[in-house]
T-cell receptor
Framework: AQTVTQSQPEMSVQEAETVTLSCTYD???????LFWYKQPPSRQMILVIR??????QNATENRFSVNFQKAAKSFSLKISDSQLGDAAMYFC??????????FGAGTRLTVKP | EAGVVQSPRYKIIEKKQPVAFWCNPI?????LYWYRQNLGQGPELLIR????????DSQLPKDRFSAERLKGVDSTLKIQPAELGDSAVYLC????????????????FGPGTRLTVT
């Protein structure tokens, strides 16, 4: 079964600085999707960014970008120019070709003013 | 366009009592998911519906949990009787027809129901 590991329970960043959240996963499949979700205290899971496994180019969405290393099964999220509103729990997720979704345990990001 | 709607947002019950959660997915979304999120953890799938059919309920504790999705739209998740360990956030999500393009099938989440069993 696929597993997703987030080794950083908590991270902290200064406002306007850059932070990287780590994620590794285990799978024997070749086709899959990877996601980063943000969950603020309101509990609403918000999609931040996604990466198709067949694409070599790293996904980017404004201040958010990923470093996808397929061979290493690593999928880190970089947040540039951090803002106070970025403070939340961040979950890395893996979705298989059969629509099976697995989440990591999450990283709590604190942004210091 | 309205997102995934869940109710109630909060529920406090005593153990051994029944409880039900309701979810209305995004219009046109054929697939519906129920997840359980324990404190400090990521969501874990309980059951997945494609239209009216439960296609993955392997993680649903069937002795006390049940779910239904009548007419392939709204869904209800029930626990009877509730146990202390059932305290968690129950998230509902929906996505488009998985047979159209499985790999780009985005899941949209509702705000969840926080259940506290005392």
């Amino acid at each position: 079964a696929q597993t997703v590991t987030q080794s950083q329970p908590e991270m902290s960043v200064q406002e306007a600085e850059t932070v990287t959240l780590s994620c590794t996963y285990d799978t024997s499949e070749s086709d899959y999707y990877l996601f980063w979700y943000k969950q603020p205290p309101s509990r609403q899971m918000i999609l931040v960014i996604r990466q198709e496994a067949y694409k070599q180019q790293n996904a980017t969405e404004n201040r958010f970008s990923v470093n996808f290393q397929k061979a290493a099964k690593s999928f880190s999220l970089k947040i540039s120019d951090s803002q106070l509103g970025d403070a939340a729990m961040y979950f890395c997720a893996y979705r298989s070709a059969t629509n099976d979704m697995r989440f990591g345990a999450g990283t709590r990001l604190t942004v210091k003013p | 366009e309205a997102g995934v709607v869940q109710s109630p947002r909060y529920k406090i019950i005593e153990k051994k009592q029944p409880v039900a959660f309701w979810c209305n997915p995004i219009s046109g979304h054929n697939t519906l998911y129920w997840y359980r999120q324990n404190l400090g953890q990521g969501p874990e799938l309980l059951i997945r519906y494609e239209n009216e059919e439960a296609v993955d309920d392997s993680q649903l504790p069937k002795d006390r949990f049940s779910a239904e999705r009548l007419k392939g739209v709204d869904s209800t998740l029930k626990i009877q009787p509730a146990e202390l360990g059932d305290s968690a956030v129950y998230l509902c999500a929906s996505s488009l027809d998985p047979f159209r393009d499985t790999l780009s099938n985005e899941q949209y989440f509702g705000p969840g129901t926080r259940l506290t069993v005392t």
